[in-house]
């Protein structure tokens, strides 16, 4: 589907879900969040709005796209935010730490391949040694 046809951008039911999967992955509590956005944007944001812009039944409930950012920091997931980016072709990505985080992680994950490939070697040596 091209951005050109009519209701092609209409993101709505997407952010929805992913702010709710965001929610229920956090290690915070809904009382949490909202105290963490809170704070973040300097303004009051209640229990009942983020349970409103959550909420399937709430079809008319949209958070202000000023607090997405607040958002994604206090349930620490990006992924409302890719639901905002995407249909423009853009990504996001994480951030120099995270991105050094996940960088090490991958290099254990090679040395440690690299090492059973090591190992695998051997035994398969000594398994041909054996059979001659």
Not at 45 to 61: C, F, M, P, Y
Not at 97 to 114: S, T
């Amino acid at each position: 589907m091209s951005a050109q046809e009519m209701g092609s951008l209409n993101i709505q039911a997407r952010l929805r879900a992913a702010m709710a999967l965001a929610i229920k992955a956090s290690r915070y509590s809904r009382y949490e969040i909202v105290g963490r956005m809170s704070n973040l944007v300097n303004a009051e944001i209640t229990i009942h709005q983020l349970n409103s812009w959550t909420a399937e039944s709430k079809d008319g409930h949209r958070p202000p796209g000023e607090y997405i950012p607040a958002f994604c920091v206090a349930t620490e997931s990006f992924d409302p935010l890719k639901v905002l980016v995407e249909p423009c072709s853009m990504f996001v990505l994480p951030g120099e730490d995270a991105l050094g985080a996940d960088l090490a992680k991958k290099i254990q994950e090679r040395d440690e391949l690299n090492q059973q490939i090591r190992e695998m070697k051997m035994f398969l040596k000594e398994a041909r040694r054996r059979g001659k």
